[in-house]
């Protein structure tokens, strides 16, 4: 059946069919992180969301180009222009390479976005490799008028652009009304406009990282990157642009800017955001200096964490919710979270054991009935949560037939099984192994199938026990395991455990 995904388009403030431009090809980009620190559970998010995107769009067939940027330079402290840059201010804090800090954290998020199930992007571009692209952009802007230098910096002119164009289309915002948040500082600086950004920077004698330019040795904006990278990897005009609802402004606002300035018309036809993840009702941030770092998260090594928790239950949080909603941070959330996760994958493990029926009451009509109404979730705007939730209501299905209480035809079983991995599998993307390991946040998938496999080895010595009425042998591994955390129950069929936290 041919599906017809809808997608919110923050541009246009609606949903929308989704039609790529050069079907079956999409180019998607999505902005990265800026690597001077660990990733935390807000960095989590955007990575998670974009993730089901592209695994959904991969999955009803199209050829997908993923991009996420590596943010190296260029991103000064308080997102502003002016101040440090902040890989450079932790190099010269831990007397490093600028590049040593940037790689080291770069390997630690990429195992991180493993850990979470994230599937690497197609392409990630780092921003210090493409100077030369950003210092294209730049001449671009000058040469369209856009631009005007100022003691060797490169500034968008805001003011003239949005005589010409419209200034604030993705964010609403108005000129008039930047003007007023920043009028104490009118006419402060190198700025025509405080509302102006930089396109480059000349560097102070004590900046580490520069670049030569012809206008002086400096170093890109932040918001270059992401236009020239984009630019450089899905071409002049591509699909999708995603990120979190933090950078509407200023960043995808003033990319929307440079693309129009530089080539005549934007590049992007659906900018998708995630929303916020929050603390107490506030944003996690490190410039708020509330968040949790993932690795803080898998340990449990944090004041506000009772204790750790396994990468698939944070992704199970993160996914219980809209993307668009935002999602409050507590302990109790993530323990609720845990156990839907061990319950959805207690219902998959379960049903890889029930048999099949000649006289069913469970039939193709209930699994394409749950078909339909998974498909129209996730057609709607990646509504994750009500995928779960119909994949929950499966689970009492399934748990009947296992309880002999309903029983289900064989087709009907088949189809019932392909539905659930590839929704909690494929499209979901939860690791089959990660309910055993809920409480062992880091354990390999290797290192979790051994574990598995030493339980069962033991039940299975537990049955010969039980058949030859050795009793004694039976107890004794039943209340060994129980004394461990493992709760084993006897079935018509053998026997089912599960580790209890």
């Known amino acids: 059946m041919e599906q017809t995904l809808f997608i919110y388009n923050t541009l246009t403030r609606r949903k929308e069919v989704f039609k790529p431009l050069h079907a079956p090809h999409v180019g998607m980009y999505v902005c990265g992180p800026t690597v001077y620190g660990d990733a935390h559970l807000g960095h989590a998010r955007p990575a998670i969301t974009f993730d089901i995107l592209f695994r959904y769009l991969k999955h009803l067939g199209y050829k997908v180009r993923y991009v996420r940027n590596i943010t190296d330079v260029g991103h000064l402290e308080h997102d502003a222009d002016e101040g440090e840059d902040k890989i450079a201010k932790k190099a010269r804090l831990e007397q490093l390479e600028p590049m040593e800090v940037a790689q080291y954290y770069t390997n630690r ?6 850990a979470l199930g994230c599937l690497p992007p197609s392409i990630e571009p780092h921003a210090t490799g493409h100077i030369i692209e950003q210092q294209q952009l730049v001449q671009q802007i000058l040469d369209n008028g856009y631009a ?5 910096s490169i500034y968008f002119d805001v003011e003239k ?15 008039e009304n930047i003007k007023d948040a920043s009028r104490e500082l009118a006419g402060v600086g190198e700025k025509k406009n405080q509302a102006d950004f930089a396109l480059w920077k000349a560097a102070q004698p004590e900046h580490i990282m520069r670049w030569p330019s012809p206008w002086s040795d400096g170093f890109p904006g932040w918001h270059c990157e992401c236009t020239a990278m984009g630019r450089k990897y899905l071409g002049s005009h ?17 990319e929307i800017a440079q693309s129009v300035a530089s080539q005549g018309d934007q590049m992007v036809k659906y900018w998708m955001h995630n929303n916020m993840i929050t603390i107490d009702g506030k944003k996690m941030g490190k410039s708020y200096n509330n968040f949790i770092t993932l690795p803080q998260f898998f340990a449990g090594e944090h004041e506000r964490l009772e204790r750790g928790y396994a990468p698939m239950v944070i992704r199970f949080f993160i996914l219980q919710a809209h993307y668009r909603s935002t999602v409050d941070f507590s302990n109790e959330a993530l323990q609720a979270a845990e156990k839907g996760l061990e319950r959805l994958l207690d219902a998959w493990k379960t049903l890889n054991n029930i048999s099949a029926s000649e006289k069913a009451t469970v039939t193709m009509d209930f699994v394409d009935g749950l078909k339909d109404k998974c498909y129209e979730a996730m057609n709607d705007d990646l509504n994750t949560p009500i995928v779960i939730s119909n994949l ?5 299905t399934i748990n009947s037939i296992a309880d002999k209480k309903e029983t289900i035809s064989a087709d009907a079983l088949e189809a019932l099984k392909s539905l659930f991995s590839t929704f909690v599998f494929d499209i979901l993307g939860i690791k089959a192994g990660a309910a055993a390991a809920a409480g062992n946040a880091g354990m390999s998938d290797a290192r979790e ?7 069962d080895m033991l039940l299975e010595q537990r049955s010969k026990a039980k058949a030859n009425k050795d009793w004694a042998t039976s107890d004794l591994i039943r209340d060994n395991l129980a004394a461990l955390g493992f709760e084993v129950k006897d079935t018509k069929d053998g026997y089912s455990w599960k580790l209890n936290k």
């Open 148 to 152: 005007y230098e100022s003691n060797g």
């Open 161 to 175: 652009y949005n005589k010409d164009h419209k200034y604030g289309i993705l964010s609403g915002r108005s000129l």
């Open 109 to 114: 998020f990429h195992e991180a976005m493993d």
């Open 238 to 254: 591509f699909d999708i642009h995603g990120g979190g609802l933090d950078l509407v402004f200023p960043h995808h606002e003033c």
């Open 449 to 455: 199938e051994a574990f598995g496999k030493v339980v």
């Open 392 to 396: 929950f209501e499966a689970t009492k």
